[in-house]
C-alpha cells in the first residue's frame, strides 16, 4: 500500500474509532462487544471496503429475508453473507473521501446493532468459543480466533514452514511440469485461434498451468523456478503460433500436418504468408501473453510473498 492510501486508511480509522494496521493494511477493533475487521475487497480497489465479523447465534445461519431487509434499511451496504460464523458485509464502492467515511461509520453502527438485536455473539472462528477474539493475519486472509487457537495455528505454520524450506527442489522435475503446464496453455492458444480469437485467458491459462506444473513436480515453486517457467511460456507460445500455421496450411493445401508444420518455414519466406500478417499476429499472441500471465504471475509472487505469515493486527511482529 502507498504512503497516500495509508493516510486515507489512517484518516478512516480515525473517524471509525478503529485502529490502522500498517502491515497488513487493515483496519480492526472492538465495538459493541464484536471484534471487527475492515479492508479492500480487492487490492486493485481499495476503496471499496468490507467488514468482518465472527459472531454465532442459536439458530446461526442468517435467513435471506433479514439480508434483504438490512441491506433496504443501509443503503451503503453492497451485501452481507455468512460463511460459517464469519459474516462479511461489503459496502458500495464510493470514490469520495467523505462520503466513504461516513458510509463505513454508518455500516459500522448498523452492521453492530443488527448483530447485537439479532442474538449473536462475538466467537472464535477455529473453536467457535464465545468471547474476545484476536483479528490476525494469516497468509493473505484475515481471521478471528482466541489465544488458544492462535498459538495452535502459530505453531503449526511455524513447522510447516520449516518443513517446505527444508524440501529440495526438483528442478527436472519442475522443469517438467512446467512443460506439461504449457502444453496445456498451447492447447488454449490453438482452440481459441481455431475459433478466431485471440484472448488474454490463453495467457492466464499458459501462466498458471506452467506455474503449477512446476510447483507440483518440483516440490516447491522458487524465482528460479518461476524464471524457467517464463521462458517455457514464452518458447511455447511461439510453437503453438507455428502449430496453428500448419493447421491452416494442413486444411489449405490438403499435406498431412507434419509436412505443413516442416515446411512452413519456407511459406513464409516466399511469402507465401504475408510476412505482416505473421508478425502482426504473432505479436498481437505475445500482448494477450502479456496481459494475462502478468497479473497471474504477480498473484503467484505475492502467494509466496504472504504464505506462512501470520500475527495478530497490530500486536505482533509478522512471523514466518
Known amino acids: 500500500?502507498?504512503?497516500?492510501?495509508?493516510?486515507?486508511?489512517?484518516?478512516?480509522?480515525?473517524?471509525?474509532?478503529?485502529?490502522f494496521d500498517a502491515e497488513s493494511g487493515a483496519l480492526y477493533g472492538q465495538q459493541g462487544g464484536f471484534d471487527l475487521v475492515v479492508s479492500a475487497q480487492n487490492e486493485s480497489t481499495p476503496r471499496s471496503l468490507m467488514v468482518s465479523v465472527c459472531a454465532q447465534r442459536p439458530e446461526n445461519l442468517l435467513a435471506k429475508e433479514e439480508v434483504d431487509q438490512f441491506k433496504k434499511d443501509?443503503?451503503?451496504?453492497?451485501?452481507?453473507?455468512?460463511?460459517?460464523?464469519?459474516?462479511t458485509m461489503s459496502l458500495k464502492n464510493t470514490i469520495n473521501?467523505?462520503?466513504?467515511?461516513?458510509?463505513?461509520s454508518d455500516a459500522l453502527q448498523a452492521l453492530v446493532?443488527?448483530?447485537?438485536?439479532?442474538?449473536?455473539?462475538?466467537?472464535c472462528q477455529a473453536c467457535g468459543k464465545t468471547g474476545e477474539t484476536n483479528p490476525c493475519y494469516f497468509s493473505g486472509r484475515y481471521l478471528h480466533l482466541c489465544s488458544d487457537c492462535f498459538t495452535a495455528l502459530q505453531k503449526n505454520e511455524t513447522m510447516n514452514q520449516e518443513r517446505k524450506k527444508s524440501k529440495n527442489e526438483n528442478l527436472i522435475g519442475g522443469m517438467a511440469g512446467a512443460l506439461i503446464g504449457s502444453l496445456l496453455g498451447v492447447a488454449c492458444i490453438l482452440i481459441l485461434k481455431q475459433l478466431g480469437y485471440v484472448a488474454s485467458i490463453s495467457g492466464v491459462v499458459m501462466a498458471f498451468c506452467t506455474l503449477?506444473?512446476?510447483?507440483?513436480?518440483?516440490?516447491?515453486?522458487?524465482?528460479?523456478?518461476?524464471?524457467?517457467?517464463?521462458?517455457?511460456?514464452?518458447?511455447?507460445?511461439?510453437?503453438?503460433?507455428w502449430v496453428d500455421w500448419a493447421i491452416l496450411i494442413?486444411?489449405?493445401?490438403?499435406?498431412?500436418?507434419?509436412?505443413?508444420?516442416?515446411?512452413?518455414?519456407?511459406?513464409?519466406?516466399n511469402q507465401m504468408i504475408e510476412s505482416t500478417v505473421y508478425w502482426g499476429n504473432l505479436v498481437l499472441l505475445y500482448v494477450f501473453l502479456l496481459i494475462g500471465a502478468v497479473p497471474t504471475i504477480s498473484t503467484s509472487l505475492k502467494n509466496k510473498e504472504n504464505e506462512g505469515q501470520i500475527y495478530c493486527l497490530g500486536k505482533n511482529t509478522p512471523q514466518l
Open 97 to 104: 473521501q467523505n462520503k466513504l467515511q461516513g458510509n463505513l
Open 250 to 269: 494442413t486444411r489449405e493445401v490438403g499435406t498431412d500436418f507434419v509436412t505443413a508444420f516442416r515446411v512452413f518455414p519456407m511459406f513464409l519466406q
Open 113 to 123: 446493532h443488527f448483530l447485537s438485536t439479532g442474538g449473536f455473539q462475538n466467537c
Open 212 to 241: 503449477k506444473g512446476y510447483e507440483l513436480l518440483g516440490g516447491k515453486l522458487t524465482k528460479k523456478g518461476i524464471i524457467i517457467s517464463i521462458v517455457l511460456m514464452l518458447v511455447m507460445t511461439f510453437i503453438g503460433d
Open 1 to 19: 500500500m502507498n504512503k497516500k492510501m495509508e493516510q486515507y486508511y489512517e484518516q478512516l480509522a480515525q473517524s471509525t474509532g478503529l485502529r
Open 74 to 87: 443501509n443503503k451503503m451496504v453492497q451485501g452481507l453473507v455468512q460463511n460459517g460464523n464469519v459474516l
